[in-house]
């Protein structure tokens, strides 16, 4: 480790890559955010509506096809990445757009296959799939093929053993293939290990699964790499790629999805929120080492602060513990709370889960000391859906864009009907319903927080700041 090396200095983001909902890159994502664009549309499948029931409790319906997908964004070229097409069918393809994203946020960086010792660099990434593409095509080979046959047998018990052979084997051959390699890409730690590698990368390479704070987690242990000298470049993010309607059908039982065309956080409207697809991946250094360098710094992560939830508790989100993040992080950061002019909530608007992060906000932040509110907040939600692994990766995009542009993002609102405990006179915040110029008055840098939770796992905030070179 370097003599000079603190643990606590701050870490410089000086790469960034993502794609969302009507956004295959970084200026689009932006752009559609400035523009107050909702990017929410239909399940691109084309036979969703045969398990659309909004009346239904059956766990194989779905009361709503809406969400932010990405479509023809998707897609994937494996010979641009020097990976095997013939690698593609059956194979998880969150790997693939990991791959993509991660690739892209080393170009914006400045970073090619020799400008780095390939172990110094880490990829950390921040993963939670219920079920992929990979998984499902096992199961359906080995378990789903063969209980099939079974219940044929029990039908049909005078059908010869050689038919129902056959049956198995046309069943098999019209699924794609299985591989080690597509399994090996059914789980996480295999996935980053495959992106790791096909980045060049020899350094440490995990996959880390906090649910919606799964980003959040994997940010913070890139921090401490870094910190601690064990790489000099580290590559963080999250995905969350194509949800199967069989996915979603899961998904909705244990979250509330709204039956409106968008959903609504922060509102007093709120009812529920939307599927998300998409990620975003970050180039991160040491901040001297990325001032000694001249690289374009978006900005400057201070700290991040995570605490555990509670998968027993009747609540899904417990204020104590997100106040305790949020405070972790500042102390990090060593800053005050009055400092922070934005703050990228989580914002899902799930009712109970919203309530509890303002009551842990207007905890964190109290009453109003100016004459007129003056921390700006948010969720990128409104916009592209809950990106549940991936949640955290966008908001801290949307941050980082915001201070590296000196630019308030606007949220989408619900016809201004913003929640009661936000409205209240001694209220700091508002909810930032227009692009404006982010002025400071010259006391300290603009500074900006960003929560991701996930009840049955964690509770996560960060804290970023601008960096000189962009005031």
């Known amino acids: 480790m370097p003599a000079n090396l603190s643990k606590q200095e701050d870490i410089a983001i000086v790469g960034l890559a993502c794609r969302f909902a009507e956004a295959d890159d970084t200026a689009g994502f932006w752009r559609n955010i400035l523009e107050n664009r909702a990017s929410i549309g239909d399940h691109p499948d084309a036979t969703a509506a045969r398990v659309l029931d909004p009346a239904s409790p059956r766990f194989d319906r779905l ?30 393809p969150d790997q693939f757009l990991a791959i993509q994203l991660a690739t892209q946020a080393l170009h914006d960086a400045g970073l090619g296959p020799h400008t780095f010792k390939p172990d110094r660099a880490a990829f950390l990434l921040g993963y939670s799939a219920p079920l992929n593409v990979a998984t499902a095509n096992w199961l359906q080979h080995s378990m789903i093929v063969e209980q099939t046959a079974v219940i044929l047998q029990r039908l049909f018990p005078a059908a010869p053993e050689l038919a129902i052979n056959e049956l198995r084997q046309t069943m098999k051959a019209a699924l794609p ?24 990368f020899s350094g440490s390479a995990c996959a880390l699964d906090a649910g919606a704070a799964s980003s959040l987690a994997a ?16 590559v963080t993010g999250a995905v969350q790629s194509c949800a199967s309607l069989h996915v979603l059908m899961g998904l909705a039982c244990i979250m509330d999805f709204t039956s409106r065309e968008q959903p609504c956080p922060l509102s007093r409207d709120a009812d529920g929120t939307l599927p998300g697809e998409g990620g975003a991946f970050f180039v991160l250094k040491r901040r001297g080492d990325a001032e000694r360098n001249r690289d374009t710094i978006y900005a400057v992560i201070k700290g991040v602060g995570i605490t555990a939830g509670d998968a027993a508790s009747s609540t899904p989100t417990e204020p104590d513990k997100l106040v305790a993040a949020i405070r972790l992080a500042q102390a990090e950061a060593d800053v005050d709370a009055e400092t922070i002019g934005l703050v990228e909530m989580h914002g899902s608007a799930i009712p109970r889960e919203d309530q509890a992060e303002i009551q842990a906000l207007r905890e964190i932040f109290a009453d109003r000391t100016r004459a007129f509110p003056h921390i700006a907040i948010g969720s990128v939600k409104s916009s592209i859906g809950h990106c549940f692994a991936a949640a955290g990766a966008a908001g801290l995009a949307k941050a980082t864009l915001a ?7 606007p949220m989408i609102t619900c016809r201004g009907r913003t929640h009661a405990r936000l409205a209240q006179a001694s209220s700091p ?30 509770h996560a905030h960060a804290v970023l700041e601008e960096h000189p070179s962009n005031r």
């Open 63 to 92: 009361h709503t096809l809406r969400g932010g997908y990405l479509r023809e964004l998707a897609t994937f070229t494996p010979a641009a990445f020097g990976l095997d097409a013939n690698a593609l069918p059956g194979a998880n």
């Open 177 to 200: 293939p299985v591989r080690p390699a597509s399994i090996r890409s059914a789980f996480g730690h295999a996935l980053a290990g495959q992106c790791a590698t096909a980045l060049g």
């Open 219 to 234: 940010l913070r242990l890139a921090l401490d790499e870094l910190r601690l000298g064990r790489c000099d470049v580290a």
């Open 403 to 409: 201070l590296y542009h000196r630019i308030l993002p």
């Open 429 to 458: 915040f508002y909810v930032n319903a227009a692009t404006r110029p982010w002025i400071e008055g010259g006391t300290h840098p603009r500074r900006a927080g960003v929560t991701a939770f996930d009840s049955a796992c964690a």
